[in-house]
């Protein structure tokens, strides 16, 4: 049924319908809605059954998530931000012992300077870590994409992150049709673990594995995560076939046929991108949009397709790598045709500064006259960065940077 | 697109107001989005909510810069917090207050904005009485519909019931009915032809 619902109500709702057994979380914003409202929804008995486990911790969080899964129970979690960083060792064991745990990962920066506001800096963090990780464009998106998780996570036993954008996903009230039980009970079979701690069936999971096979344990959770890509496209398909709902999948492409330039996204800045796409064709310009749904696996293959035909790519993204720049954008320019786009990378958002239509019309304006560099940063203000680098020129002791800029700032940039 | 900016203190329920005025436009088959600042809102401490309203599907996700429509939930915010900033030229503006615009120093805006475009409402008497806590943001929504039509107010009042139960939803609904009409009456009596 159609409602007007908060995100994290959303989710909530949802991931409640993927009848998981156990749910172990620590609150850090912007996640928390999400888990007060499923702790609540246990404690009320209308999701049962299912432990809900209060720990001190994100680190114990994975860990009793990790032993639930591990215990051949539904097991799901959700973070942001340091509270991911804080879990990362336990992050990396659930993927590397294969357990289908499935995490919400509400978007957010991670510090210092300390910043709760919306970044992709926490989901970058942990690309690395074997874990599928799926970006919502919308609150329908992110409430469906947790049905889909479940049925990836256990068919192929991965865990799953589905991350959503922090504030402007988990705090917005929109439009969100959420899905029957009826509709969730058929299409997510109850869990059947490859693996479980069972005292009739004794086994030990987590071995120490040396050189003799580190490399080949390894290369197969590679493969698994290779078998995903062929996975995740026909589970949505199977989830639009039942809902009529595009949701998920590897990409979204938006009005790329014929477009010569293309803005490659992940999450909510779809929205507002598209709005931008839509302006500029209406005066003839050639531009489109593809986002990037599933970041891990990365579609190589898919992405070069959608691309075959573009002269210039823009990579908007928010995060990027200190001394290097984009994280997409690497991962883009490795799956880019022969055909070789121009690419150019531009890092927005950050830390939750807003992305407008205007902006994004900007940036295809400054790549239609070719004058968008490689890599830049939207709305960066240089001046700010000029008068801190003079101050650190000036002044062995310069003091705290972040401090001075916003000293700087308050002062109108009077403080020289 | 209509699009709605509310400012106000933390503790004053600018996130929920934008909430039910998103419901309440829901409720009328209307696409909506309401969404917070995000700030790290403390009790007190200046915080903005917004709310579009569109017959189409909402897809951007940016902050709204040219409302057009401003309710300002606390006076003690005027002159000290940019709050009419990108307003629209014949957007609204709903302050509240049981002082005259002129006496609140918005005579400017009286003069830029169309006629019957801004108006005051006493809105935290009016909680005050009607609910028992100096929670302003459901009358000033009352407030809202009377002065734009934007959203009707029997599609407020069960955005209401749907978000509070009982006798809170009541109480409520009969605050938002007492500021609509006080607004509704302003407005006939300023459309009257006058001599």
């Known amino acids: 049924m159609l409602q007007q619902l908060e995100g994290s109500r959303a989710v909530a709702e949802t991931v409640a319908r993927c009848r998981p057994e156990v749910v172990c979380a620590y609150p850090i914003s912007p996640q928390t809605h999400i888990i007060e409202a499923i702790g609540a929804m246990v404690k009320d008995g209308r999701l049962a059954p299912c432990e809900f486990i209060n720990v001190e911790s994100e680190y114990a969080a994975m860990?009793?998530?990790i032993g639930a899964s591990a215990a051949g129970a539904r097991a799901y979690t959700a973070t942001a931000s340091q509270g991911l960083l804080f879990m990362i060792e336990a992050v990396y064991n659930a993927a590397g012992l294969g357990l289908p745990v499935v995490m919400t990962l509400a978007n957010r920066a991670?510090?210092?300077p300390i910043n709760i506001w919306n970044d992709h800096s926490d989901a970058m963090a942990v690309r690395d870590a074997g874990w599928i990780q799926l970006f919502a464009e919308t609150n329908q998106e992110a409430a469906d994409l947790h049905v889909q998780a479940?049925?990836?996570?256990?068919?192929?036993?991965v865990p799953v992150m589905v991350c959503m954008d922090g504030f402007i996903l988990t705090h917005a009230v929109e439009a969100v049709d959420l899905i029957d039980q009826a509709v969730v009970d058929s299409f997510l079979p109850p869990y059947e673990p490859r693996q479980v701690l069972d005292p009739d069936d004794p086994v030990s999971i987590g071995a120490m594995v040396g050189p003799e096979a580190f490399e080949e344990v390894r290369y197969l959770a590679h493969l698994r995560q290779l078998d995903a890509l062929e996975l995740i496209p026909s589970v949505a398909e199977e989830f639009a076939a039942l809902t009529g709902r595009a949701s998920g999948g590897l990409l979204h492409p938006y009005r790329l046929d014929d477009a010569e330039t293309v803005i490659v996204a992940m999450g909510s800045v779809l929205g507002t991108?598209?709005?931008?796409?839509?302006?500029?064709?209406?005066?003839?310009?050639r531009v489109g949009v593809l986002g990037v749904t599933t970041f891990r696996p990365f579609p190589v293959a898919a992405v070069a397709d959608a691309l075959a035909g573009a002269r210039r790519v823009i990579v908007v993204e928010k995060a990027f790598s200190l001394g290097m720049g984009g994280v997409l954008a690497t991962d883009v320019a490795t799956a880019s045709p022969a055909s070789?786009?121009?690419l150019a990378t531009v890092v927005a958002g950050l830390g939750g500064r807003p992305i407008t239509r205007r902006d994004v019309e900007g940036v295809l304006g400054r790549s239609a006259q070719g004058t968008l560099p490689r890599l830049s940063f939207l709305n960066l203000d240089e001046d700010v960065v000029a008068r801190e680098r003079a101050r650190m020129a000036a002044s062995r002791r310069s003091g705290p940077f972040a401090e001075n800029v916003l000293r700087d700032l308050a002062a109108g940039g009077a403080n020289r | 697109m209509f699009q709605v900016r509310i400012h106000g203190r933390g503790g004053q329920g600018v996130v929920t107001a934008a909430e039910l005025l998103a419901v309440a436009a829901f409720d009328q088959g209307r696409h909506a989005q309401a969404f917070p600042s995000?700030?790290?809102?403390?009790t007190g401490a200046p915080v903005v909510s917004y709310c579009r309203i569109d017959d189409h599907e909402i897809r951007t996700r940016e902050p709204i810069d040219e409302p057009d429509a401003v309710i300002v939930q606390d006076v003690t915010l005027l002159h000290r917090v940019d709050l009419f900033g990108g307003l629209a030229p014949s957007g609204y503006v709903l302050v509240n207050s049981s002082q005259p615009p002129d006496g609140l120093g918005l005579g400017e805006l009286v003069a830029r904005l169309p006629a019957g475009h801004l108006a005051g409402c006493p809105a935290t008497e009016l909680a005050l009485a009607h609910v028992g806590r100096a929670v302003p943001n459901v009358p000033l929504l009352g407030a809202f519909c009377a002065l734009t039509g934007e959203v009707p107010l029997d599609a407020l009042a069960r955005a209401l019931r749907h978000r509070f139960a009982d006798e809170v939803a009541e109480r409520n609904v009969a605050a938002a009915t007492a500021a609509f009409g006080l607004v509704h009456d302003h407005e006939e009596a300023h459309r009257a032809p006058t001599a």
């Open chain 1, 273 to 285: 991108i598209k709005d931008a796409v839509d302006a500029r064709r209406a005066t003839g310009e």
């Open chain 1, 340 to 342: 070789g786009p121009e």
């Open chain 1, 63 to 65: 860990s009793v998530s």
């Open chain 1, 110 to 112: 991670i510090g210092a």
């Open chain 1, 150 to 157: 479940f049925r990836l996570a256990e068919t192929l036993s």
């Open chain 2, 38 to 42: 995000f700030g790290s809102e403390r």
